[in-house]
């Protein structure tokens, strides 16, 4: 099927300093992509150039199987079928509800009913009279959506499109607008620089770091499976200790563990702390030297020789204190990758 949008190779530079670099991209039609990276990774710029605001160096842009962008072609942003939705949402002032929704739509003898659908989609039917300022800022989030909607646009890009919202709202937020996507059909790009937000929002996921997508994929599987020790420490926290891998079989300083992804010789082994499981031991390997309490979830820091590791446990403490000494127990397969250790499973 034909890619709801496609990037290949999309390449920028501002005064000589490369912000983006061979950028690849691809969004499934009705799927939505979350473009996940600290700030100043170019997340942005990719986005304007898919939607005609900045011109790549090289590369291209295609938009529902549509050439828009390189090789000699330049479509304009108002003939691309984008929807935006900024960060500050950009309402119109001094149109209300309903004046917004429409303000990209033609008109004509069904602008009207497109509205009233649009408002209805996104539950502001209510308000579809109320100026900007009598909203808040969760509606306010909503007529910009219902704003970028209402054209039937191809894609919907969105960058950092919760950053405004306090935590609380934030939640109910992103649930609604990854709803009112889903119920439109529409393909959507969203920048953000919050692994939770990605993870929790998106159908897929593409990590940028340094100008360059490094990894895409599922939620689950870039959590799961990150392929390297900087995409495994972006997307959450990770262990990482030395190993000597042997086929799909790892052995370490935790003894012999499976793994996800067969590898071979000297590696680094990494896995999520909610997958290390601590057993009351006095005569335990590991000594409990600190625990970081956040209410839904605590961690607990351990020592085992000249290592660190971390392990999560969800809930109540079950009775484990500082000080205590544990065996060790790692519950899932684990990744892998090229060590950048001397000496792998010494200390
Ligand atoms: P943030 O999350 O902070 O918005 P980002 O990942 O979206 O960051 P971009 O805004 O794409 O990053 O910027 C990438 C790099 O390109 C940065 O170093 C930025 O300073 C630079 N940059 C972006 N736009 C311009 C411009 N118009 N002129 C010069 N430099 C720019």
């Known amino acids: 099927m034909t890619p709801a949008i496609r990037c290949q190779s999309l390449t920028k530079a501002f005064n000589g300093t490369v912000a983006v670099a061979e950028t690849d991209l ?49 479509v304009p942003p108002e003939r691309r079928k984008v ?56 509606q306010q989030q909503r007529v910009a959506l219902a704003r970028a909607l209402a054209p039937r646009p191809e894609v ?30 529409v393909s959507a790009v969203f920048v953000t620089h ?27 599987r870039l959590y799961r499976r990150p392929g390297s020790h900087r995409v495994a420490t972006f997307l959450g926290e990770a262990n990482f200790l030395p190993g000597r891998a042997s086929g799909d079989q790892v052995e ?15 590696v680094e082994v990494m896995f999520r702390p909610e997958d290390l499981v601590m057993t009351a031991d006095p005569d335990g390997p590991a000594e409990i030297v600190d625990r970081i309490y956040y209410g839904h979830d605590q961690t607990l820091v351990l020592r085992l020789g000249d290592l660190t590791l971390k392990s999560r446990l969800v809930g109540c403490c079950r009775g484990f204190r ?25 200390g």
């Open 26 to 74: 691809e969004v499934a039609e009705g799927r939505l992509l979350a473009l996940l990276g600290p700030s100043g990774c170019g997340k942005t710029t990719v986005l304007r150039m898919i939607a005609g605001f900045e011109t790549p160096d090289r590369g291209t842009v295609e938009i529902g199987g549509r050439r828009v962008e390189g090789e000699g072609t330049h």
């Open 83 to 138: 929807g935006m939705v900024f960060q500050e949402y950009a309402l119109f002032p001094h149109l209300d509800v309903e004046g917004n929704t429409g303000f990209g739509v033609p008109p004509g003898p069904e602008k009207a009913a497109r509205v009233r659908e649009v408002l209805d989609l996104v539950g502001l039917e209510g308000v579809r009279h109320r100026m900007p300022h009598e909203l808040s800022g969760g």
């Open 156 to 185: 919907i890009l969105l960058d950092e499109p919760f950053s405004n919202l306090d935590a609380a709202l934030r939640q109910r937020v992103r649930a609604e607008v990854r709803h009112i996507l889903h119920q439109a059909g």
């Open 194 to 220: 919050d692994q939770e937000e990605a993870l929790s929002l998106a159908d897929e996921v593409a990590v940028m770091i340094e100008g360059r997508v490094l990894q895409t994929g599922t939620p689950e």
């Open 252 to 266: 370490c300083r935790l003894g012999p563990l499976p793994l996800l992804e067969p590898a071979e010789g000297e």
């Open 322 to 346: 500082e000080g205590q000494r544990v065996r060790l127990h790692v519950e899932m397969p684990v990744m892998a990758y090229p060590s950048p250790y001397g000496c792998p499973i010494a």
